[in-house]
């Protein structure tokens, strides 16, 4: 969240923050940019698009994986290591698909957790395609956590504005004359 429309480059809502006044504005998403705040822009299209995607691009990853597969049936490996393949993408893609769910609801607590964890749904980017895929039929992967945080910032302000109305020099000014009036 930025306070400064000028600062961080983006526009500022149309509705939520009165438009060119500075406050803090709306965190972009990967393929939304700042869509998602008023549903505007295509975003129900973008939405689609971003679910026929990842379901495309998981599709053909799973293609690849068979290709590689059948590439170990054709090398005569042994049935322990093709089974021991299959069971490595499948636990990985499990745990990249609820490492990648989660992330669109909290952000890490432990950030280098999930830096040592990118290996591991690198090699399960299909349980993360998945999530991606399941998360665009609900919303903007990522928006819940974000309008949250946007409008937990955006109330902030809007108290912080709200105390400071007024000339705090007349204000001291008004207070003198009051009392020297008793």
Known sequence: MSENSEASGTPSGSTTSGG???GPQPEPLR????TWVDHDGGY?????????G??????ASCFV?????????IAEVGSLVGMLVVLMFAVCSAIAFRRTWDGFGRRPAD??????LRGLKSIGFIGSLLAYFFRSLLEAPGEKLRRTEYETALAQYVKRRSTRTGNPAARRSAKGKR????
């Open 20 to 22: 060119s006044t500075p």
């Open 31 to 34: 393929f939304f940019g700042t």
């Open 44 to 52: 129900g299209l973008r939405r689609a698009g971003a679910a026929v």
């Open 54 to 59: 990842s379901l495309a691009a998981a599709v």
């Open 65 to 73: 994986l068979r290709f590689a597969y059948q590439g170990l049936e």
């Open 111 to 116: 950030p280098s957790r999930e830096d040592s």
């Open 179 to 182: 009392t020297g009036r008793k």
